[in-house]
């Protein structure tokens, strides 16, 4: 037993001292569960508040300001934009500019006074039901008390939901599980790509190739990037076969920012896979990304209710952006005329990352 316990001693010994000499893994062993921790604690909210809403109202009148302040009073209400053409509000809310829409009609504060009950509509964007739903029930109760108070206020409230009117909630996970699916399995992909060529001592033949290191770069990736596509392309069949899903729009734009999310997602693994020595190392720095991507960017929780911080984190994710083309195009028939507008910071993260792939690899040894 003596014996048994001092080879414990000395192999616990050696193994702490390579991690902490192993200054990278000590570093993601400490700071992915405070991640975890600061993410779950404070920017996820199940039950989220302030959700931005577009107005649509002709007038500023009393009974405006009055309907207006009911509906923020409800606490799942933030008019954070306003505008006289219901075509433009609808617009903000096919691109998810705006989670919903308060529709007066022309005239409202004189069909008030004279006794009327005018309609007002509150359109929402129910690709995410759970959002959609508690809120929208809040405000129908709101205008209800509104209506027997003191000074009431008598309107018609009419609750159109758009894009996923049943509630279901597959509608909304499915499109987004495609994304999630793609960041996984591509970061991972090009993060073990060059630290498995380093571990099985074939780094050094990569960097002695008689072509430019790009195009060894290059060359990694393209069968990584074609296998990429046709998983989407496989994921989305089988959704909409086995599962029935109807999709609104299948077009190019959606095509063209699949590609770019793949290539985004590869060069990111290229650079992660550049930084670590090894394979644990690759992988826990791959596990360090997909876990903001995954919380951060709408997939499982409505970004607008994640607190200002964690939603300027989320802008910086390709998710957050492929979430918003992929959701959009399927689900509410973006057109593909509108697609670059949210398409755009893929882009721009997949040429920031592929140069910074390109610089290590240009200083490997």
């Not at 405070?34 to 577009?54: E, M, N, R, S």
């Not at 083309?325 to 689900?331: A, F, S």
Request: with cysteine; hydrophobic share 55%.
């Amino acid at each position: 037993m003596k014996h048994w316990l001092a080879g414990v001693r000395a192999l616990a010994g050696k193994e702490l001292l390579h991690i902490v000499r192993d200054r990278l893994t000590l570093a993601l062993l400490i700071s992915v569960p405070l991640v975890q921790l600061l993410l779950f604690g404070t920017a996820i909210d199940l039950h989220p508040k302030g959700l931005p809403t577009a107005l649509v109202a002709h007038e500023d009148d009393s009974f405006t300001q009055r309907a207006v302040a009911e509906l923020e009073a409800v606490g799942y209400f933030r008019i954070a934009a306003r505008t006289n053409d219901a075509a433009v509000a609808e617009r903000w809310l096919a691109t998810s500019r705006v989670q919903f829409v308060l529709e007066l009609p022309p005239q409202f504060g004189f069909k008030a006074t004279v006794g009327q009950k005018p309609e007002v509509r509150l359109i929402a964007d129910a690709t995410d039901p759970v959002a959609s739903i508690v809120a929208t029930q809040a405000a129908e109760a709101r205008y209800a008390q509104a209506a027997a108070g003191d000074r009431p206020l008598r309107v018609d409230i009419v609750i159109d939901k758009r894009y996923n009117p049943g509630g279901n909630s597959r509608q909304f996970i499915v499109p987004g599980l495609l994304g999630v699916v793609l960041t996984l399995t591509l970061v991972l992909l090009g993060a073990f790509a060059l630290v498995r060529e380093r571990e099985s001592g074939n780094f050094e033949s990569l960097l002695l190739l008689p072509i430019p290191k790009s195009a060894v770069l290059v060359g990694k990736a393209t069968p990584y990037f074609v296998l990429g596509c046709l998983l989407f392309a496989g994921l989305l069949a089988i959704c909409t076969v086995w599962l029935d899903l109807a999709w609104r729009n299948l077009s190019w734009a959606l095509a063209a920012t699949v590609m770019l999310f793949v290539a985004a997602n590869l060069a990111l693994g290229l650079t992660l896979s550049l930084l670590a020595r090894n394979q644990m190392q690759a992988m826990q720095l791959g596990v360090f990304f997909y876990l903001p991507s995954m919380l951060l960017s709408g997939f499982m929780f409505p970004f607008h209710g994640m607190p200002a911080w964690a939603r300027a984190i989320g802008e910086l994710l390709p998710l957050t952006h492929f979430l918003r083309v992929v959701r959009g195009t399927l689900l509410k028939g973006l057109p593909a005329e509108a697609v670059p507008a949210l398409a755009w910071p893929i882009a721009v993260f997949a040429i920031i990352l592929g140069l910074a792939a390109a610089a290590l690899f240009q200083r490997a040894r």
